[in-house]
């Protein structure tokens, strides 16, 4: 009877089980995690930063908590997010792991511990219509998906409307991705209100700043 109380438990929660994968909080969170666990983060891309490389994420109160400037000349499609804007601290590494691909893979890694903290997939030719990428666990396997919403096909053409994201987890929404209109630049808010400890907050932001600088960048292709 306990046995099958616990399967059922398992079905219904959809979070079941995820507390051990690699991209769930960890007590070794070091300088990364201690700065980025806020519930609600904002960020900012300056509308006449060079090409629109740079990004300034801030706490509720306003503080800086985390930076990055995109490089342009990189044979492998990488960035690093700083705790500050004079790059002295360097916080996590977003590095795709080919030069080139279809589904290509990015492995996001604390600086200081070098833990791997999850992976970023991408979805070939799906994201062009609708930003959309999986989230891999530790055994490189999906356990969540980051989605764009709202009118994205649109915003291909549009890029002055508002985008809207969803950070979705075994099937449970657990944080939002929403642009704030804003003259002089671009700002998000990324809320994880919801997250209940089901993703790592280091693993929340790498994944936001990801998915906006290479929407910036398909803007300016555009």
Known sequence: METKLGEAKAQTNPLAGFREQ??????????????????????????????????????????????????????????????????TEPLLLVKARSIIGINMSYDVTDCASGQRVGTIRGRGLESLFRDTYDLLDEREQPVGVFVETGHALLRRLFPFLLGEWNIEVRGAKIGRVEQVWRWLEKEFVLDLTANHNAIDPRFAVALTVFALIRESRREQNG
Not at 41 to 48: N, T
Not at 60 to 87: C, M, Q, S, W
């Open 22 to 87: 690699s991209m769930v909080l960890r007590p070794e969170w070091g300088a990364a995690g201690a700065r980025l666990a806020h519930p609600i983060l904002v960020l900012k891309r300056p509308w006449f930063s060079l090409l629109g490389r740079k990004m300034f994420v801030y706490a509720p109160n306003g503080a800086l908590v985390a930076y990055v400037k995109r490089p342009i000349f990189k044979l492998k499609d990488e960035f690093t997010i700083y705790a500050d804007e004079g790059e």
